[in-house]
């Protein structure tokens, strides 16, 4: 069964304190994996997109990596304006179709 | 700058109801796709659409739902006989990836 893990689901962090944010799946035949940030009321922001193990993306202070088990969300020196969800998903092929399967998110509060 | 507009942001509306959802893409795309996030949970697919057609649908998506493009550039998602969980974010999202703002359905 197709299968995304988040973890942790919340995590609090001082403004410069790095840290990282870990994606599982457990899909058979990935096409992408994806990261999004996510305000509360507003919809998920479209950060990254990785398609093959030993690929990394990098934005401002977020570098994505990942692996054929996992990705890896890692935030170097945060700053408060980084607090938000991020969510991860998973792009799998079925019957000719692309489906998308999303973690639970990790909620980041980062304290000044 | 999302590649499309929701509308209503909010709607509250009465069990029973029928609501429609709109989304006005800001460029042609050919897969359109429509989740839900309840307050707290997962984002969830609902059903996606290709070509003018459902290509697939969740078990959530059932005979109260319906997708249409009206227009040829809308799409819209309909609620027949709303239910009061029903209340959650609908987004809809071009090529399945990249979601639009949202609207927030709140039945009562």
């Known amino acids: 069964e197709d299968q995304v893990t988040q973890s942790p689901e919340a995590l609090r962090l001082q403004e410069g304190e790095s840290s990282s944010l870990n994606c599982s799946y457990t899909v058979s035949g990935l096409r992408g994996l994806f990261w999004y940030r996510q305000d509360p009321g507003k919809g998920p922001e479209f950060l990254f997109t990785?398609?093959?193990a030993g690929e990394e993306k990098e934005k401002e202070r977020l570098k994505a990596t990942l692996t054929k088990k996992e990705s890896f969300l890692h935030i170097t020196a945060p700053k408060p304006e980084d607090s938000a969800t991020y969510l991860c998903a998973v792009q799998v092929l079925r019957d000719n179709f692309n489906k998308f399967y999303f973690g639970s998110g990790t909620k980041l509060n980062v304290k000044p | 700058e999302p590649e499309v507009t929701q509308t209503p942001s909010h709607q509250v509306t009465q069990m029973g109801q029928e609501v429609i959802l709109r989304c006005v893409p800001i460029s042609n795309h050919l897969y359109f796709y429509w989740y839900r996030q309840i307050l707290g949970q997962k984002v969830e697919f609902l059903v996606s659409?290709?070509?003018?057609?459902?290509?697939?649908k969740s078990e959530i998506f059932d005979d109260q739902f319906s997708v249409e493009r009206p227009d040829g550039s809308n799409f819209t998602l309909k609620i027949r006989s709303t239910k009061l969980e029903d209340s959650a974010m609908y987004f809809c999202a071009p090529e399945g990836y990249t979601f639009g703002s949202g609207t927030r359905l709140t039945v009562v």
């Open positions: 990785l398609y093959s």
């Open positions: 659409f290709y070509n003018n057609e459902i290509s697939e």
